[in-house]
């Protein structure tokens, strides 16, 4: 299995964008306009695991100099259980920086087996209070659970939440319509 970008000229971009749709409620994720103007980003990575042609799964990823932000991470539904998504995962751990990512609070059977996997796998609950802006605006603000591969400060974790308002959400509709920095206290 290989990690290939999957930029929008790749044969692979419409079975990643629907791998994305399906995997992701609208609040979670771009448009389609708004996710080809990311894609324009030198910092974004729109990755797709690929092997023999087919995706496998959806890794889209946020490089910085302080740290990887994993924004989404999907695994095709008929692979998930087999390893697949840990086998991806651990190509991302273990660098020089941390791997940040975030989850829902887990209060369901599906919500504790995803922070379980993450936790099988190395990464930790932060303890930091945080949100998610709804990327297709209308939505509702969600809180949320910063996990990382490591113990993170309270510094880093306002460069990363720093980074999500000012990079991150301007290509989502909520990024268009509001300066939300108030709303997470930095």
């Not at 990755?47 to 990887?68: I, K, Q, R």
């Not at 697949?84 to 990512?101: A, F, N, W």
């Not at 969600?142 to 309270?154: E, G, K, N, T």
């Amino acid at each position: 299995m290989n990690l290939e970008r999957i930029g929008a000229s790749h044969p692979l971009f419409k079975a990643s964008f629907a791998l994305y749709e399906a995997s992701f409620p609208p609040n979670e994720r771009r448009t389609r306009e708004d996710h080809l103007r990311a894609m324009q980003d030198a910092d974004f990575s729109p990755l797709g695991a690929v092997e023999a042609g087919n995706l496998l799964a959806d890794v889209f990823l946020w490089e910085t100099e302080n740290f990887s932000y994993l924004e989404h991470f999907a695994v095709q539904p008929s692979l998930r259980g087999h390893g697949c998504g840990t086998e991806l995962l651990r190509q991302l751990l273990g660098r020089d920086k941390p791997l940040i990512l975030e989850i829902e609070p887990p209060e369901d059977a599906l919500t504790c087996r995803r922070k379980a996997f993450y936790e099988r796998n190395g990464l930790q609950a932060q303890p930091y209070d945080h949100v998610q802006l709804p990327f297709q605006g209308g939505g509702p603000i969600v809180p949320l659970v910063i996990m990382a591969d490591r113990a993170i400060s309270p510094a880093q974790c306002r460069t990363f939440q720093r980074y999500l308002l000012d990079r991150v959400v301007k290509y989502t509709q909520y990024g268009k319509t509001l300066d939300i920095a108030d709303i997470i206290g930095i």
